[in-house]
């Protein structure tokens, strides 16, 4: 992730004195509510309903998603661009192409 | 977030053939799921313990969360850095320095 | 809930020395992991293909749920039947029948 | 659970038309969100900070998570004491006393 974002998120946390409070636990936690305030908006909705009519909720709350993962990351010391490519790569093992081509099944279901 | 890192989701992606079945719905419910697998590895432990036991598996799950961060941004078309940015804004009249200074309070509670 | 049910549930902790570990904000994690274990078989799928294919998982995610409940419910020291009767009696005043007959709207929105 | 209480909940459902609404997948939705404000009350706090400050709010939503099991339950045609006596008595074959006594691990790691 642009290191640009990044600053501006751990600087958002600084100048508020917030850092005391980020433990890993509770960054897990805060992550766990947020991706729950995103999924409120699909509640009794299908996903077309939902972007239609509530697109700046779901923007809103993708957002605070990120920004507790930025935080996250910094608490327990990882780069996201590295995980998330070392995840990739990962997962192309567990999901090669020729096995998974259209298929939604989990890799212990394939 | 890295056109490259976004590149390389989104082909892992089509090369499975999986775009027919991402929909936003049932992709914050993905988002969901993997930041509980993220969450489980503090269960009935502090912190410390998680990321001094289980540093592996806490890397694997926040990269999930990030890949499917994207991978909803992609589907609802909104971009990552730009929805950042705009709540950091939000939430910096949500939460003015002055007020919030080395308070763990929600907004609704300052 | 029945007497006869809880003090099971209690058993199965007791005898394999369990209590110790659970406190409240640990039960509340285990409470978020097991829904998400329930949630997880309607991923990718409609209501109907997840019962038709899935209803035995479904059936111990959901018993999880309950078992958390209870061992959370001891924890604080509460009385399930008495809450639920309690919110019932709160939430016919936030959803007065007139006012939200056929609505799926949360309250704030009726 | 009480018949008295599955049906005073089932009749809250039902004098607010809301019978429609509650398929299976959106009641999982709905019990993840339910937990997600249950757990929140732990977020930056203790167990002991939590139960001391905002018993409450725990109470209120521990009761909602009990409420949508049993209408999840109902959804499913689900008897809520029948799979949690078979849900214990599989646990008790998963976690063997001799082998789980005074360990927090799970049952695939001990």
Redo the contacts between chains.
């Keep these: 992730?642009?290191d640009r974002?990044v600053n501006?998120?751990l600087e958002?946390r600084d100048?508020?004195?917030?850092k005391?409070?980020h433990?890993?636990?509770?960054l897990?936690?805060?992550?766990?509510?947020e991706?729950?305030?995103?999924?409120?908006?699909?509640?009794?909705?299908?996903?077309e309903e939902?972007?239609a009519k509530r697109?700046l909720s779901?923007?809103?709350e993708?957002?605070?998603?990120?920004?507790y993962?930025v935080l996250?990351?910094e608490a327990?010391g990882?780069d996201?661009?590295e995980?998330?490519?070392?995840?990739?790569s990962?997962?192309?093992k567990k999901?090669p192409?020729e096995k998974?081509?259209?298929?939604?099944e989990k890799y212990t279901e394939l």
């Design positions: 992730m642009d974002i501006e998120i958002f100048e508020r004195g917030w005391q409070y433990n890993p636990k509770d897990a936690i805060s992550l766990s509510l991706v729950a305030e995103l999924l409120e908006n699909f509640q009794w909705s299908s996903s939902a972007v697109m779901i923007k809103e993708l957002a605070d998603v990120l920004i993962s996250f990351a327990v990882l996201l661009d995980i998330i490519m070392e995840k990739l990962k997962n192309s999901y192409v998974a081509f259209g298929k939604k």
